[in-house]
């Protein structure tokens, strides 16, 4: 079965500075790789997703991620972020059997 | 608004009692997943069905089941709880296998006392 790994479980930065929160994946089939955040006291959103094609991939709020099939990675950046990015990011992959595993997710927090 | 509805939001219950949580997935979704989120644990997998039927299986205690209907929605349901069972419980939902994301409800918080 898919795992996933995110290397980092907080960030703290300070608001306009860049931000790349890791994560790195492990399967055996065709994965199709997520990114989803998650504010206080809420359900998770969908950032973006990577299914196939171009391997940079831009998503909501500014987000973008590469995946990397060589290093099976999929890691997730903001040239600058805002206070408003404070959340948890959790990434996620799903094989060819539909079953989608989360990442222990990475707190992000943004200073002023 | 993800379009999956979870009830309740919030539930508190005593140790050794059940509880059953309750999860509409979006409109012509066939997939249901069940994810437990604590603060020790992170966000746990449980069980998904698929139409019906069980497709995989996660973290699953044998004191939890599930279950979807021919309506397609799910229940999730939580016997002889403890305290350790207090967490924040998801449901999500698909459209099909493979290629696209799932859609997350809001939750129902559980709090065992």
């Known amino acids: 079965a898919q795992s996933v790994t995110q290397l980092d479980s907080q960030v703290p930065v300070f608001e306009e500075a860049p931000v790349e929160l890791r994560c790195n994946y492990s399967s055996s089939v065709s994965v199709y790789l997520f990114w989803y955040v998650q504010y206080p006291n809420q359900g998770l959103q969908l950032l973006l997703k990577?299914?196939?094609?171009?391997?940079l991939v831009k998503g909501i709020n500014g987000f973008e991620a590469e995946f990397n099939k060589s290093q099976t990675s999929f890691h997730l950046r903001k040239p600058s972020v805002h206070i408003s990015d404070t959340a948890e990011y959790f990434c996620?992959?799903?094989?060819?059997?539909?079953?989608?595993?989360f990442g222990a997710g990475t707190r992000l927090t943004v200073k002023p | 608004d993800s379009g999956v509805t979870q009830t309740p939001k919030h539930l508190i219950t005593a140790t050794g009692q059940r509880v059953t949580l309750r999860c509409s997935p979006r409109?012509?979704?066939?997939?249901v997943y069940w994810y437990q989120q604590s603060l020790d644990q992170g966000l746990q997998f449980l069980i998904q069905y698929y139409n019906g039927e069980e497709r995989a299986k996660g973290n699953i205690l044998e004191r939890f089941s599930a279950q979807q209907f021919p309506d397609l929605h799910s229940e999730l349901n939580l016997s002889s709880l403890e305290l350790g069972d207090s967490a924040l419980y998801f449901c999500?939902?698909?459209?099909?296998?493979?290629?696209?994301?799932?859609?997350f409800g809001q939750g129902t918080r559980l709090t065992v006392v």
């Open positions: 999500a939902s698909s459209d099909k296998p493979g290629n696209t994301e799932a859609f």
């Open positions: 409109s012509g979704d066939l997939s």
């Open positions: 990577y299914l196939s094609g171009s391997t």
């Open positions: 996620a992959v799903r094989g060819n059997n539909n079953d989608m595993r």
